[in-house]
T-cell receptor, first 111, second 113 residues
Framework: RKEVEQDPGPFNVPEGATVAFNCTYS??????FFWYRQDCRKEPKLLMSVYSSGNEDGRFTAQLNRASQYISLLIRDSKLSDSATYLCVVNPRGGYQKVTFGTGTKLQVIP | SQTIHQWPATLVQPVGSPLSLECTVE??????LYWYRQAAGRGLQLLFY??????ISSEVPQNLSASRPQDRQFILSSKKLLLSDSGFYLCAWSNPSGVNIQYFGAGTRLSVL
């Protein structure tokens, strides 16, 4: 089993739709979780951290389910500018030097 | 604020030629530094990371090497490039304490022909 797994997509959704991505991780001791966004041919950029109680940033909501070992990202009212690849990132131990990146889920928002 | 610089943005090199990619970070001290490679349509592969000057950890055995001659400088090198070295090379830094959020440079797109 891979350390971090994501559905590669693509998810093709119309503008204004709500879309959700999941990411599963294998190490139950993992401490920190993040979502990054990567535009085509660009570097990944931090979208948001994922907190145990769940957190929201505008149209974006991130949640953590430790029992089932997955994190999720919900995007409401999708915009064309949300089209990108979304990378799930897991830090296996708090403060550890390395993190593990998922291979990403591609989102295409259609006019 | 912290910034990370990576150059060049694109590079076309013949097989067998040497490589040197440089990355510098400003606005922070003693950062953790990372080199990743992303092949077309693939995920990020960690190549090297460093927690201090002269301290390099290699994740994947290959014909690449890394050096950290200064606190905020990280260099990726090769003596002889292979076709399989083509890809998008990304440098990243993180704060040595805390939860290891990584911040990336703009990347170098390398084509080995």
């Amino acid at each position: 089993r891979k350390e971090v797994e994501q559905d590669p997509g693509p998810f093709n959704v119309p503008e204004g739709a709500t879309v959700a991505f999941n990411c599963t991780y294998s190490n139950s001791a993992s401490q920190s979780f993040f979502w990054y966004r990567q535009d085509c041919r660009k570097e990944p950029k931090l979208l948001m951290s994922v907190y145990s109680s769940g957190n929201e940033d505008g149209r974006f909501t991130a949640q953590l389910n430790r029992a089932s070992q997955y994190i999720s990202l919900l995007i409401r009212d999708s915009k064309l500018s949300d089209s990108a690849t979304y990378l799930c990132v897991v830090n296996p131990r708090g403060g550890y030097q390395k993190v593990t990146f998922g291979t990403g889920t591609k989102l295409q928002v259609i006019p | 604020s912290q910034t990370i610089h990576q150059w060049p943005a694109t590079l076309v090199q013949p097989v067998g030629s040497p490589l040197s990619l440089e990355c510098t970070v400003e606005g922070t001290s003693n950062p953790n530094l990372y080199w990743y490679r992303q092949a077309a349509g693939r995920g990020l592969q960690l190549l090297f990371y460093s927690v201090g000057i002269g301290q390099i950890s290699s994740e994947v055995p290959q014909n690449l090497s890394a050096s950290r001659p200064q606190d905020r400088q990280f260099i990726l090198s090769s003596k002889k490039l292979l076709l399989s070295d083509s890809g998008f090379y990304l440098c990243a830094w993180s704060n040595p304490s805390g939860v290891n959020i990584q911040y990336f440079g703009a990347g170098t797109r390398l084509s080995v022909l």
